[in-house]
Structure formats: C-alpha cells, structure tokens
C-alpha cells in the first residue's frame, strides 16, 4: 500500500474514526496505533513483519541498558552494537548485491574471475528511514539528551508510525513520543488543515509530478540520443521539478495524515530552489534528512571544529553517504559527491568573503538572483546523477 493507492483513504479514515472514538482509552488508541502501522507495512509484505519487530525489540533493549550503564566503555559497547546490527540490516538487504557486483566487475576487470555469492532479497519498505530513527535514538540515549521511551509500545509505535512509513520525514523519538503520551485533543482546524495537507500533496504527486515524468522527463532519460540539445535540456529542467513535487508531496500527505491524528511531524520542504546557495538548499530540502546527517554523521566526523581541509573533507563524506543512502548505485555516490564537493566550495567562498559588508542596493539584489540562478542550475546538473540509470547514461545526457 502507497498514498497513491486507492485502499489508502479508506485505510487512513478507518484509523482516524478509530482513533478518535478512543482518544480518552490510553492503552487502546497506543495499540490501535501500532496495528495500524503494522498492518500497512504488512501489506507490502508480511514476511518482513519480523524485521521491524526485531529492530524495535533490539534498539529498545540496547537504549535502556545504555541508560542504566555507568562505565563509559560499556555505554560505547552497547551504542556499537546498535549501530552495527542497525547498519548490518540495512546494508545486507540495500547494499550487498550492489557491492557484490562491483567488487565482481573489479576482479574480473584485473583478469580474476570469481563467483560472489548472490541474494534475492526485496528491499522492506520503509528501512531507510526506520534505520536512521533507531540510530538517532539509541545515539540521542547515549549522549543523554533524552530519557529511554516508557514502554515498548511507545517506542513501537515511533518506529512504526505509518504517516512516515513510505517517504519520511524522518521524526525523532524526542519529538514524537511526548505527543504520544500527551492528552489527544480534537482540533478541527488542525484536521482539516491536515485533510488539505493530503489533498495538496496528491496534487503534487498524481498531477504535477508523474505528468512531468510521463510527457518530458522519462523517455529521455531512458534513451537520450534520439533528442536533440534543447530537449534534454527541458527534460532535465522538468526533472527537477517533478522530483520536488514527488517528494514534498508525499511529505505533505504524511504530514496531513499524522495532523488528522492529533500529530506534528517536522516540515521537510521549504522552497529550496529559491536557495542561494547549496548550503541554503540543504537547510530546505529533504530538511529531516539534512539535520540527520548533520548531527548523526557530520558533526561525529569532527564537523568545521578542527582544520579547514578536515572540514571538506567531512562535507564530502557525509554527502557521499547521503548519496548511498538514497539508493545502491554508483550515480548516487557521484550525486553525493557532487553536492559535498559544492557545499565544500561554497564554504570556502564563504570564509574568503566573511569580512564583506552586505548591502540592499540594486547590483546586490541582482548578484541574489543570479546566486539562485547558479544555483538552481548546479541542482540541475546533480540530478541528471540522480536520474540516469547509469554513469554512462548521465554523459550522454550531458553530451
């Protein structure tokens, strides 16, 4: 089941009759909530069920041990063995076929012909994004900036709380838990502005974003060659705007969901092309995923507080591994690389011209359009990475 799916309505009007109906039985709605959750991720397939049970069950058990250690190196013991299972899972059913072939493509290109070992997995829906949670929330334990959940239950339903569960936005427990044990309260302008929410975001997807894709963008991505220059070029143009309204429109109708249950989930697009510049982009785009990979990756690689050659160095690192975490090939590396190598041009720029004063006169409000502009084309140029099947693909596409 998607948002796109026509049992989705009738799924989410269920829950939401439901919910309501048991807003002053506590225990009730908690379990009416998890239910929910795994009944929609069940619906992709129901032999995973057990993967998000055991991730849940294992970063619970994990945390709470973590809150009661005392010695450092057992705390740091613990917090490894979180992140190594959590990344284990999402590596063998994400990553390993992708480096299995590239390592077998490598050997063979050097004249050593082995056989890797293959495994047909499905990818479980949703494991990108309950992956992140379950680190951010045994690591915000470990540095003791909140307090391990009350209950399984509670901490079940923030991993399984299904408005997310397609598309993010990637929530933290610190946010999302006090709201669970709050008093419900049934605000109708908070649900009907959670009701416009969908319908805005099923706008966004079904109408803007697949006509991009269906009229300008996914014939000439899938073979370029037959387009002449200006149309690639307006295939590459649409294919920004049709992965923002992908994208934000399913954040839109996650967030409305979640609003017409009594829940606030973090905004995750702000009009990121009017950006000036990458840095600005980051901080509206994809913002949950953004802010993860600042305080859970960056910021733990050292951040800006030591060298400025160590600082690129950890914008590139961290994009690099936004890039994989998108999806298991190698354009979203050099996608990833990308954008760090720009983000780390950009601070540069930027400790080069700290000492300038800004000022509101015409030529500077034209040096802002013209920064949107560089922009927006540099985002352009990342994403035909992000689209094209291949590196190959993405030069002719630039050819």
Request: aromatic share 16%; hydrophobic share 50%; net charge positive.
């Amino acid at each position: 089941m998607n948002f796109t799916d026509g049992r989705y309505p009738v799924f989410l009007l269920a829950i939401f009759v439901l919910y309501w109906a048991l807003r002053r039985h506590n225990t009730a709605r908690k379990v009416l909530l998890l239910a929910a959750g795994y009944t929609f991720y069940a619906q992709w397939n129901v032999k995973y069920l057990g993967l998000i049970v055991f991730s849940t069950v294992l970063d619970y058990v994990l945390a709470n041990c973590i809150a009661h250690a005392e010695e450092p190196r057992r705390r740091r013991t613990l917090l490894a063995l979180s992140m190594t299972v959590n990344l284990g899972i999402l590596g063998l059913f994400k990553y390993y076929g992708f480096f299995a072939t590239s390592l077998s493509e490598l050997l063979t290109s050097m004249g050593l012909h082995v056989s890797l070992p293959t495994l047909n997995l499905l990818l479980p829906v949703g494991i990108s994004f309950f992956t992140f949670e379950n680190i951010s929330y045994t690591f915000d334990v470990y540095r003791k900036k909140i307090e391990p959940a009350n209950s399984l239950l509670d901490y079940a339903i923030f991993v399984s709380f299904f408005p997310r569960m397609v598309a993010g936005p990637i929530i933290r427990a610190a946010h999302f838990i006090p709201q669970l044990n709050a008093a419900p309260e049934y605000n109708e302008q908070r649900i009907m502005t959670g009701f416009f929410l969908i319908l805005k975001g099923l706008a966004k997807k079904i109408i803007l974003a697949d006509m991009l894709g269906h009229w300008l963008v996914d014939a000439v991505f899938q073979d370029p060659t037959p387009y002449q220059g200006v149309r690639v070029l307006i295939a590459i143009y649409a294919y920004a705007f049709q992965i923002y309204n992908d994208f934000s429109g399913y954040s839109d109708i996650a967030i409305g969901s979640a609003l017409m249950l009594g829940f606030s989930l973090p905004a995750n697009f702000m009009r990121p092309y009017v950006s000036k510049n990458l840095q600005e982009f980051w901080r509206r785009w994809h913002i949950s995923l953004s802010t993860w990979l600042r305080d859970y990756l960056y910021i733990p690689l050292g951040g800006s507080r030591r060298s400025s050659a160590r600082t690129y160095l950890n914008l590139i690192i961290t994009m690099v591994l936004g890039g994989l975490w998108h999806g298991a090939n190698w354009t979203f590396v050099i996608w990833g690389a990308f954008h760090g190598g720009v983000l780390a041009i950009t601070r540069m720029l930027q400790r080069g011209l700290e000492s300038e004063e800004t000022t509101h006169t015409l030529g500077h409000r034209l040096w802002g359009v013209a920064q949107t502009v560089l922009t927006f084309n540099l985002v352009c140029i990342g994403w035909v990475f992000f689209r094209a099947p291949t590196f190959h693909a993405a030069m002719t596409i630039f050819a």
